[in-house]
């Protein structure tokens, strides 16, 4: 009951989520003495988050960390590869223990393929010794963040995520 119960108010939210504009503007941050303007967008399944986050990766020109439990997305893997080949910086945190005991498909073999592609690889572990590194985010350029509950892999773009897109200067 508690399960149906959390996911009828989380539809219900979204539900009410989706009559309104998603896009939020945030201004007067005090920041070393200067206001920032933030950009807050919220996507939910059927908003189509996935390419919009696709094409910014593989247009970013700085740096791009990607943050995750499971990696293991083609399309994110080529634009990952694509931005190295161009200079680009990448920095991919991932869980150690799904590295070491396979739990996720072909993350080894992406992972140790951008390790050669001149990406930083981190193998990372929550605070407890059988902790996990539950972390998912992708930063461009240190000014955009995606940010919410899709782990970076090829059921993300399927499934029922909830994902915030934060831009900043």
Do not use: M
């Not at 986050?53 to 995750?68: F, H, I, K, N, P």
């Not at 070491?100 to 073999?109: L, N, V």
């Amino acid at each position: 009951k508690f399960v149906h119960g959390a996911s009828t108010f989380f539809a219900a939210t979204l539900h009410r989520l989706r009559r309104i504009d998603r896009t939020w503007r945030v201004r007067r941050l005090p920041r070393q003495g200067r206001l920032v303007a933030l950009d807050v967008q919220l996507f939910a399944t059927d908003d189509n988050w996935w390419p919009q986050l696709l094409g910014e990766v593989r247009r970013q020109a700085r740096s791009v960390v990607v943050a995750t439990l499971c990696y293991h997305n083609e399309e994110l893997q080529e634009a990952l590869l694509l931005r190295l080949e161009a200079g680009c910086s990448a920095t991919v945190p991932a869980d150690k223990r799904y590295f070491e005991d396979g739990t996720c498909r072909r993350q080894r073999q992406r992972l140790r393929t951008l390790l050669q592609a001149g990406a930083e690889v981190r193998l990372c572990g929550g605070q407890q010794p059988r902790g996990c590194f539950r972390e998912k985010a992708v930063v461009l350029g240190g000014h955009v963040a995606w940010v919410g509950s899709a782990n970076w892999t090829a059921a993300a773009s399927r499934n029922s995520e909830l994902v915030w897109r934060l831009a900043g200067p």
